[in-house]
């Protein structure tokens, strides 16, 4: 069966120029960001044809990408994590371009199979606080059986603060006290991230 996406002729025909003009309704903006978006460098985003769009189309518009989003991932099999790898194309499309730290825990059932994400904390451009009874209490709700601690570092630096080492053995610890395995905290920061498992730390 496919998708209302799929279905949808009158937009799969048009021009990359004509899409983003429909949303932004600017003439010398379409034709630049179409040719940027789709070639090289790349020097455009989807966030800037967001920002030119009147404030109350852009929320519509990231509703309709976000609920289009989460139907994805319902209508697949849960996604199992075997690496850090794995985590970071997980987590990727929650955290690799936001301007603020968030915090979120993924939950996992006996078969490494992704049962819920959970965003812990919002924070600023350097640091969000994280309450480790929240992460604990929504694992023992989701009946999981494995937790992975996620966040990103808006500055692109990929090395964990020392906030983050005590995060991390932090949740390490109350997690044994639950009988719950903490596998792994993975911190992303843009294109690159850092695994505190893959370096030995968990």
């Known amino acids: 069966m496919k998708t209302q996406f799929e279905v949808n002729e009158d937009f799969r025909v048009m021009e990359n120029e004509e899409l983003v003009y429909m949303l932004t309704k ?17 020097t455009s985003s989807f966030s800037d044809v967001i920002s030119q769009m009147t404030p109350a189309k852009r929320r519509l518009a990231m509703a309709a ?35 603020t730290e968030e915090c979120w825990a993924v939950f996992l059932n006996q078969a490494s199979r992704v049962i819920k994400r959970f965003r812990v904390s919002c924070g600023g451009y350097s640091a969000t606080q994280v309450d480790i009874r929240v992460i604990l209490r929504e694992a023992l709700l989701s ?3 494995n937790i992975i ?22 949740v390490a610890t109350g997690a044994k006290m639950m009988n719950l395995r903490f596998l792994d905290h993975v911190i992303i920061a843009g294109n ?11």
Do not use: W
């Not at 690159?192 to 968990?202: L, P, R, T």
């Open 26 to 42: 600017k003439n010398d903006f379409s034709q630049k960001a179409a040719e940027d978006l789709f070639g090289y460098p790349n």
């Open 65 to 99: 990408v976000e609920l289009y989003k989460r139907l994805r991932e319902n209508a697949a099999e849960p996604q199992k994590i075997m690496c850090s790898q794995d985590i970071y194309k997980l987590m990727f499309p929650y955290l690799g371009d936001i301007a």
């Open 143 to 145: 009946r999981a059986v």
């Open 149 to 170: 601690l996620c966040h990103n570092h808006p500055s692109g630096n990929k090395q964990p603060s020392r906030d983050d080492d005590r995060l991390t053995q932090a």
């Open 192 to 202: 690159d991230y850092y695994s505190f498992a893959d370096e030995g730390k968990i």
